[in-house]
């Protein structure tokens, strides 16, 4: 799994999703994404995060990289209409 970290132009997608998108410091899908990156990329992930990983996505990292691609979908489609006014 690649990390979304060390690549610029999803960073410059990011950039753009935090400056877009309603409510993004107040979203909980915005937490589970960034949860569920921090398992992809093996980075610490807390227990209760693991547990709720482990029930949702039997820990399998190619469901749950699925889950983050379904996010950021909704994300980048909610940012592009609030970015053109839509």
Not at 17 to 46: A, G
Request: proline residues 1%; glycine residues 4%.
């Amino acid at each position: 799994m690649g990390n979304r970290g060390e690549n610029k132009s999803y960073n410059g997608l990011w950039r753009f999703i935090e400056d877009y998108l309603p409510d993004y410091y107040h979203r909980d899908d915005v937490l589970q994404d960034d949860i569920l990156c921090r398992f992809i990329n093996d980075e610490e992930v807390c227990y209760n995060d693991l547990e709720w990983i482990e029930e949702e996505f039997h820990s399998d990292k190619h469901l749950v990289a699925q889950e983050i691609i379904r996010l950021e979908t909704i994300f980048v489609n909610e940012a592009l209409h609030d970015f053109f006014r839509l």
